[in-house]
């Protein structure tokens, strides 16, 4: 079993519509994110989460929100989708007691969504 | 300037071949740096932290100059299965990705 899981895999949806997209976790990290990536461009960091309830805004956080209601879940959502949304999403962990700054980060599977 | 700079390639080897990557970044307060491993629509996979004495994993050595401020990945010995994009990584508080290196390593 992965132990970072994103759902769904693959989603195609319209323009205006509501998406949310899942990460669960089985590491036990504290430390979660939700990136996406686009050709050309590195991972962008959307938002992040340090603890439950923790919400951070990182580089690209217009038009995005999350929610962390449990150390093993951070759910990322597009109010109201539009075209340029289209990209590869990536949810990470990590965990600070390893390593501290150095600690590495985990990523799920990542979820291809395209917006119409 | 982006924060993290890679030249895209693609670096295209035959087997066999030693072939670097070179990665700068521009805020000097960075704090920890690493190499990950990406292939194609998958995931980005942790390959090796990047010291200030320079690394070495098997094949994969990776060096930090951060007077000069840029990192190296060297690959020796190259196989097949090393073609991927290689993504350098500063932490500057939060991790800053490249766009990445892609090499084909070729038979």
């Known amino acids: 079993d992965a132990d970072v899981t994103q759902t769904p895999r693959n989603r195609i949806t319209k323009t205006g519509k509501r998406i949310m997209l899942e990460c669960s976790q089985t590491?036990?990290?504290?430390?979660m994110y939700w990136y996406r990536q686009d050709p050309g461009l590195g991972l962008r960091l959307i938002y992040y989460?340090?603890?439950?309830?923790?919400?951070n805004k990182g580089e690209i956080s217009d038009g995005y929100s999350v929610s962390r209601q449990a150390q093993a879940k951070f759910s990322l959502s597009l109010e109201s989708a539009i075209p340029n949304q289209t990209a590869l999403y990536f949810c990470?962990?990590?965990?600070?007691?390893?390593?501290?700054?150095?600690?590495?980060?985990?990523f799920g599977d990542g979820t291809r969504l395209s917006i119409l | 300037r982006k924060e993290v700079e890679q030249d895209p390639g693609p670096f295209n080897v035959p087997e066999g071949a030693t072939v670097a990557f070179n990665c700068t970044y521009s805020?000097?307060?960075?704090?920890?740096f690493f190499w990950y491993r990406q292939d194609c629509r998958k995931e980005p996979k942790l390959l090796m932290s990047?010291?200030?004495s320079g690394n070495e994993d098997g094949r994969f050595t990776a060096q930090l100059n951060r007077a000069s401020q840029y990192i190296s990945l060297l690959i020796r010995d190259s196989k097949l299965s090393d073609s991927a994009t290689y993504l350098c990584?500063?932490?500057?508080?939060?991790?800053?990705f490249g766009q990445g290196t892609t090499l084909q390593v070729k038979p």
């Open positions: 990470a962990t990590s965990d600070p007691r390893t390593g501290g700054n150095n600690q590495p980060q985990h």
């Open positions: 590491k036990g990290h504290d430390r």
């Open positions: 989460s340090f603890d439950v309830k923790d919400i």
């Open positions: 805020n000097s307060a960075s704090q920890s």
């Open positions: 990047v010291y200030s």
């Open positions: 990584v500063v932490n500057t508080g939060k991790l800053i």
